[in-house]
């Protein structure tokens, strides 16, 4: 049986393995006071949505407590425990498994970014997300090549530059949401930002862009590198008139 006790500051085991992951990666950590803690900030029952929000920020600032261990703590541990919480790296996640891929594996496919927390959805904000699915997408098949973590985009001067630099092999990333600046330093890498603010399942908004490529709408067009299907529509007619006025 998979979820714990209802008085369990932990909601399953999926969830109390990152804890206890995360906090072995924590020299001279204790397990129970580190769970305390998180629960503490970020309230009870800790679930992978919650362990999602965790940032190094939020581990330091755990740690500052004497009961817990010295702050002064080696950036690398402190990456490696929040990679732990957020599931990366360990077996039975919900964390999504990307796919065997090879460049030119599906021609005249696009490269698609999704900001997100949890699973395998659409639900992160450009600035916030904890990591970036990319997926191949052509008409007729949706591949996720790749999970990219955001966590050393955050250690950046300029974090917004530095996820832009994440995804910048992309053509679009699809966010909930996204700030002006942060949309420009996207658009400099020449990746299309998407919001789709209602957010849910990264399949869904996918398939969505899927169908659009059958008869792709100017920005879209621009992207694949073909005509826009109404621009296509619009020179159809304009050469019938053509061949009706030389007739």
């Known amino acids: 049986m998979n979820e714990t006790s209802v008085d369990s500051p932990i909601t399953n085991r999926d969830v109390a393995l990152r804890v206890g992951l995360a906090a072995r990666a924590l020299p001279g950590v204790d397990v129970r006071a580190f769970v305390n803690a998180l ?40 990456k490696s425990a929040v990679r732990h919480l957020w599931g990366e790296g360990v077996e039975g996640s919900d964390l999504p498994v990307a796919q065997p891929y090879a460049e030119g594996d599906m021609p005249s496919s696009l490269r698609v970014a999704v900001a997100s927390n949890t699973g395998e959805n659409l639900d992160g904000h450009f600035g916030s997300c904890v990591r970036f699915l990319v997926y191949q997408v052509d008409p007729e098949t949706v591949r996720l090549i790749d999970v990219r973590s955001a966590l050393d985009a955050d250690e950046a ?36 930002p998407i919001k789709f ?10 398939e969505k862009l899927q169908a659009s490529m059958h008869q792709p709408p100017p920005w879209l067009a621009r992207i694949m590198g073909v005509e826009a299907t109404s621009l296509a529509r619009f020179r159809t007619e304009e050469e019938e008139d053509d061949d009706e006025v030389t007739s």
């Open 39 to 78: 629960g503490a900030r970020f309230g009870t029952p800790l679930s992978s949505e919650s362990l999602a929000r965790v940032t190094v920020t939020d581990i330091k600032a755990l740690l500052q407590g004497d009961e817990i261990v010295d702050p002064g703590m080696d950036s690398e541990a402190l």
């Open 157 to 192: 001067e300029d974090k917004n530059a530095a996820r832009a630099a994440l995804i910048a092999d992309c053509n679009v990333v699809y966010v909930q949401s996204i700030g002006g600046p942060a949309a420009a330093k996207v658009v400099r890498v020449d990746v299309h």
């Open 197 to 206: 603010p209602a957010g849910g399942a990264a399949q869904e908004a996918l």
